[in-house]
């Protein structure tokens, strides 16, 4: 290729150093401005390769969950060297050789390396993933300059690959975030998110009320959300599940899950409520997300203190008032939970988990009364009306111990082959077997001449439900 020299006017927006002449790579010619001597010219090229030869620190900070950072850079660096030869780390009590780390992805584990990492044609110079004590991925380096523009490339396609095929966007995770509250480094084992088990449908029996309201303050968000923004609904939303010990909220989380990813939102399971503020902050990196805490009453009770605060703040976060992020928290207390929290703009939504009512009882029966084939062991055209009665307020684990008690007496009754022999009977007789259960759970330490009372009434009702039982038996 013949290279020719030739005059033209100072090519505009290219970099360079204050006072310096511009120098930009382009084409196959030297141009060379106008009037300016060729041994100017020489001058400049030679200042020129000076500079590029110079060696310059690169650091960057991207945020994102580490992890997820680290396996993009290795993508990107993959993608557009093939080959990356590895030197030591800087440790804190000198070099440290590269660190293999295995990390879980939706489509299996891939390896990422935590280490200088060096393309060859680099010149020694290299890229290095650091994770410290907060959610993002610091990119440290060192090259020489002539290779500024690749290293902006690669920073750029990093971002580009964490907003486009993340590891974590769209999935549903159970994340530890202790390691930010506890301001201590990132465990690449021990601190990674776990990508939660969504198979299988969740048998989500409520009261017609609360699925009304969940249908309407959750899902909708999830499965309509396009329509939700066309009519001026806000994706962001605050939403408290309140109840008893055993009365759905937590088999709510899989079914919200469930629906998160399917309409693709992220769903993040966070471990402790204590790390509620940097999940929301989490959360806003990978929107829209769902953020599930469970017992918030432990961190939101009380005065208000600096802790209390901090957590309010991220909530009402001006940055994130037209972010779609559905928060979704629960309690067995809502009377500890300080009042501030709850406000509109925080948590616009209180669902009261209750225990089930006569009608959803006896979904709860047809449930449990299967084989494990799924074949239904109650008789034809069985009326549960006054089973469903007897059970109405017992949590699902009871009713399902019920039904259990109901299987037990149709195998005494029948042998080992139940299958539709199960009789409306049998859980009548079970559920009233269960009050007993209930009254020791519920008994208090102190009883009182009304309970005596109750006491002595429930005894003869029992006694009642024995004697037909025996009858039955015989």
């Given at each position: 290729m013949n290279t020719t020299a030739e005059r033209k006017p100072t090519p505009m927006n290219t970099i360079t150093?204050?006072?310096?002449?511009?120098?930009?790579?382009?084409?196959?010619?030297?141009?060379?401005?106008d009037a300016m001597p060729y041994a100017v010219a020489r001058e400049w090229l030679l200042r020129q390769?000076?500079?590029?030869?110079?060696?310059?620190?690169?650091?960057?900070?991207?945020?994102?969950?580490?992890l997820d950072g680290v396996v993009a850079l290795a993508r990107v660096l993959a993608d557009k060297f093939g080959f990356t030869a590895l030197s030591d780390r800087d440790g804190m009590w000198g070099p440290e050789p590269p660190l293999l780390v295995q990390i879980p992805t939706p489509n299996g584990i891939e390896t990422?390396?935590?280490?200088?990492?060096?393309?060859?044609?680099?010149?020694?110079?290299?890229?290095?993933?650091?994770?410290?004590?907060?959610?993002?991925?610091?990119?440290?380096?060192?090259?020489?300059r002539k290779f500024e523009s690749e290293v902006k490339e690669i920073i750029s396609r990093l971002r580009t690959m964490l907003k486009e095929n993340s590891i974590y966007r769209k999935q549903a995770m159970m994340v530890d975030l202790s390691w930010i509250r506890e301001e201590r480094r990132f465990h690449p084992i021990n601190d990674a998110p776990k990508f939660m088990d969504l198979s299988g449908s969740a048998n989500l029996i409520l009261n017609d009320t609360t699925k009304f309201e969940l249908a309407t303050s959750v899902f909708m968000l999830l499965e309509r959300s396009n329509e939700c923004v066309n009519n001026r609904i806000n994706l962001k939303h605050g939403v408290l599940l309140s109840g008893k010990y055993g009365t759905g909220k937590t088999?709510?989380?899989?079914?919200?899950?469930?629906?998160?990813?399917?309409?693709?939102w992220t769903f993040i399971y966070l471990k402790s409520a204590a790390d509620l503020a940097a999940g929301l902050r989490m959360a806003q990196l990978y929107a829209p997300a769902v953020i599930f805490v469970e017992d918030v009453d432990q961190v939101a009770s009380g005065e208000r203190d600096e802790q209390l605060n901090e957590l309010l703040n991220t909530l009402d976060g001006v940055d994130t008032k037209t972010q779609p992020i559905l928060t979704v928290l629960t309690t067995n207390?809502?009377?500890?939970?300080?009042?501030?929290?709850?406000?509109?703009?925080?948590?616009?939504t209180v669902i009261q988990f209750e225990e089930p009512d006569a009608k959803t009882c006896l979904e709860f029966v047809r449930l449990y009364a299967r084989d494990d084939e799924g074949r239904d062991l109650l008789k034809p055209d069985s009326d549960l009306t006054k089973a469903g009665e007897l059970l109405a307020?017992?949590?699902?684990a009871f009713i399902c111990e019920a039904v259990g008690k109901a299987k037990r007496f149709a195998i005494h009754r029948c042998g080992n082959d139940i299958v539709g022999q199960m009789e409306a009977n049998d859980v009548e007789l079970a559920a009233k077997s269960i009050h007993k259960?209930?009254?020791?759970?519920?008994?208090?330490?102190e009883v009182t001449a009304t309970q005596k009372v109750g006491q002595a009434l429930g005894a003869w009702v029992s006694e009642m439900v024995d004697e037909k039982t025996e009858h039955t038996l015989e």
């Amino acid at each position: 290729m013949n290279t020719t020299a030739e005059r033209k006017p100072t090519p505009m927006n290219t970099i360079t150093e204050p006072g310096s002449v511009p120098i930009m790579r382009t084409g196959d010619k030297i141009i060379i401005p106008d009037a300016m001597p060729y041994a100017v010219a020489r001058e400049w090229l030679l200042r020129q390769e000076q500079a590029e030869e110079k060696q310059v620190q690169i650091m960057d900070f991207i945020p994102c969950f580490p992890l997820d950072g680290v396996v993009a850079l290795a993508r990107v660096l993959a993608d557009k060297f093939g080959f990356t030869a590895l030197s030591d780390r800087d440790g804190m009590w000198g070099p440290e050789p590269p660190l293999l780390v295995q990390i879980p992805t939706p489509n299996g584990i891939e390896t990422a390396i935590l280490g200088k990492l060096q393309p060859p044609k680099w010149e020694g110079g290299y890229l290095s993933a650091e994770i410290g004590s907060e959610a993002q991925l610091k990119v440290t380096g060192q090259i020489k300059r002539k290779f500024e523009s690749e290293v902006k490339e690669i920073i750029s396609r990093l971002r580009t690959m964490l907003k486009e095929n993340s590891i974590y966007r769209k999935q549903a995770m159970m994340v530890d975030l202790s390691w930010i509250r506890e301001e201590r480094r990132f465990h690449p084992i021990n601190d990674a998110p776990k990508f939660m088990d969504l198979s299988g449908s969740a048998n989500l029996i409520l009261n017609d009320t609360t699925k009304f309201e969940l249908a309407t303050s959750v899902f909708m968000l999830l499965e309509r959300s396009n329509e939700c923004v066309n009519n001026r609904i806000n994706l962001k939303h605050g939403v408290l599940l309140s109840g008893k010990y055993g009365t759905g909220k937590t088999l709510t989380a899989k079914v919200i899950a469930q629906k998160a990813t399917n309409n693709d939102w992220t769903f993040i399971y966070l471990k402790s409520a204590a790390d509620l503020a940097a999940g929301l902050r989490m959360a806003q990196l990978y929107a829209p997300a769902v953020i599930f805490v469970e017992d918030v009453d432990q961190v939101a009770s009380g005065e208000r203190d600096e802790q209390l605060n901090e957590l309010l703040n991220t909530l009402d976060g001006v940055d994130t008032k037209t972010q779609p992020i559905l928060t979704v928290l629960t309690t067995n207390h809502p009377e500890r939970i300080q009042p501030a929290f709850i406000r509109a703009g925080r948590i616009d939504t209180v669902i009261q988990f209750e225990e089930p009512d006569a009608k959803t009882c006896l979904e709860f029966v047809r449930l449990y009364a299967r084989d494990d084939e799924g074949r239904d062991l109650l008789k034809p055209d069985s009326d549960l009306t006054k089973a469903g009665e007897l059970l109405a307020g017992m949590v699902p684990a009871f009713i399902c111990e019920a039904v259990g008690k109901a299987k037990r007496f149709a195998i005494h009754r029948c042998g080992n082959d139940i299958v539709g022999q199960m009789e409306a009977n049998d859980v009548e007789l079970a559920a009233k077997s269960i009050h007993k259960h209930l009254q020791m759970a519920n008994r208090t330490t102190e009883v009182t001449a009304t309970q005596k009372v109750g006491q002595a009434l429930g005894a003869w009702v029992s006694e009642m439900v024995d004697e037909k039982t025996e009858h039955t038996l015989e």
